[in-house]
């Protein structure tokens, strides 16, 4: 399979990736015979991918990521870069290849201290690889410092470093470093091309791939966990129950702690999963002996481990909590698709019921009301408010 396989409804960008990665393979062959590269070159040293959530923006820059690695041997005979086969490629869709470096937040911000060896790194050559690649998940989520410290890098990289940064929208990144990138605006997929890349991929049954899909319109890894996880689905449903108990107070304060305990229980869920690993990791690198004791001078960085999976583990609830409002947004504009007789699909038809019944029941504008709620709940979390206060703020204001 080649490495663009994993893009759903991206034809374009893919198309774009494709003839910049045949260029920049060009370029580092020719530098490697002495001759010169492309005349034209479409390859850039800076790209910002954009795109609502689950368009697949930073799939899409680890699948370019992969294509300027690639050393496969059908190249020379004029095939695309991206076999996705090949060591290169392999490693760096895995998250293993030594010039490939992915920077992600673990709490709110990307602190300064968490690009400082990024940056360094960028300013230097490939080890073995064709590209020294680095890759930021989370640009929007630079803070000042941080920000700046890249920007000194995009300015002046080394010949044969490329930056891939990816952001929900240009406006989320710095206007001076947006300005030295090539941008990609990715759109998000099509409900039938994500049902048929689960059915096509992850053996899904069409129902329910269809389902999964249309309830997290186009969102494909959201749709991918709600067609494979049980725990996602009774998530979703306790989500989705919400606009029926919120008649008084009490049902209120009850569902906004309900809501609040399910993020938290879920950050635990991804802790269990990883804290456990990497700490076990750490303690081997650093020479643990029998029993669990540490040797001397270690402590420092074993408190600094701890901090970095307390911080990831507030992100992680905050990323659940939007996730469940994500849903509760969906669910009202359902509603409000009823109560204005558009005919588009429900995205939650296993709850119509539910749905027609509240739009019986009031108004459109009492629905927009209601999403305007939602939606400020969102922006009060983005501004570190403490859960419990920003969700109870909202179930009072969708009564």
Same mark, same amino acid.
């Given at each position: 399979m080649a490495v663009w396989d994993d893009l759903v409804g991206q034809a374009r960008v893919e198309e774009q990736l494709a003839a910049a990665a045949r260029d920049a393979d060009a370029l580092v062959t020719a530098q490697a015979e002495g001759g010169p590269g492309p005349e034209a070159s479409k390859m850039t040293h800076a790209w910002l991918f954009t795109g609502p959530p689950g368009a697949g923006r930073v799939d899409a820059a680890r699948a370019f990521a992969a294509a300027l690695q690639c050393v496969s041997p059908d190249r020379a005979l004029g095939g695309a870069p991206g076999c996705g086969f090949c060591t290169g490629c392999h490693t760096t869709l895995v998250g293993t290849h030594a010039d490939v470096t992915a920077i992600a937040a673990v709490g709110t911000q990307i602190l300064v201290e968490d690009m400082r060896d990024t940056v360094r790194k960028s300013f230097t050559s490939p080890a073995n690889g064709r590209w020294q690649v680095i890759l930021v998940t989370d640009a929007e989520r630079l803070n000042e410092k941080s920000a700046n410290a890249v920007l000194k890098a995009v300015e002046e990289p080394a010949p044969r470093t490329v930056w891939l940064l990816c952001a929900p929208s240009v406006e989320d990144v710095l206007p001076t470093i947006r300005s030295r990138c090539r941008h990609l605006s990715l759109r998000t997929p099509p409900v039938e091309a994500v049902a048929d890349v689960l059915i096509r991929r992850d053996g899904i049954e069409p129902e329910v791939a269809h389902a999964?899909?249309?309830?997290?319109?186009?969102?494909?890894?959201?749709?991918?966990?709600?067609?494979?996880?049980?725990?996602?689905?009774?998530?979703?449903?306790?989500?989705?129950?919400?606009?029926?108990?919120?008649?008084?107070?009490?049902?209120?304060?009850?569902?906004?702690?309900?809501? !609040?305990? *399910?993020?938290?229980?879920? $950050?635990?869920?991804?802790?269990?999963?990883? &804290? #456990?690993?990497? @700490?076990? %990791?750490?303690?081997?690198?650093?020479g643990a002996v029998q029993g669990g004791r540490m040797p001397r001078g270690t402590a420092g960085m074993?408190?600094?481990?701890?901090?970095?999976?307390?911080?990831?583990?507030?992100?992680?609830?905050?990323?659940?909590?939007?996730?469940?409002?994500?849903?509760?947004?969906?669910?009202?504009?359902? !509603?409000? *698709?009823?109560?204005?007789? $558009?005919?588009?699909?429900?995205?939650?038809? &296993? #709850?119509?019921? @539910?749905? %027609?019944?509240?739009?019986?029941?009031?108004?459109?504008?009492?629905?927009?009301?209601?999403?305007e709620a939602v939606l400020a709940c969102r922006t009060a979390l983005g501004r570190n408010v403490a859960p419990l206060l920003a969700v109870e703020a909202m179930t009072m204001a969708l009564r």
């Open positions: 999964a899909a249309r309830a997290t319109q186009g969102h494909v890894d959201r749709a991918r966990r709600l067609a494979t996880d049980e725990r996602a689905r009774a998530r979703r449903a306790v989500v989705l129950k919400l606009p029926v108990r919120v008649a008084d107070i009490g049902g209120c304060f009850k569902a906004a702690q309900e809501l !609040v305990d *399910a993020a938290a229980e879920d $950050a635990k869920q991804v802790a269990e999963e990883v &804290d #456990v690993k990497e @700490t076990e %990791e750490l303690k081997a690198a650093l074993m408190k600094e481990l701890e901090d970095k999976q307390k911080r990831r583990g507030r992100r992680t609830q905050l990323d659940s909590l939007d996730l469940a409002l994500t849903d509760l947004t969906g669910f009202y504009r359902d !509603v409000l *698709a009823l109560q204005l007789g $558009a005919r588009t699909p429900l995205a939650n038809e &296993d #709850v119509r019921d @539910t749905i %027609e019944r509240i739009a019986r029941d009031t108004t459109p504008e009492r629905t927009l009301r209601r999403v």
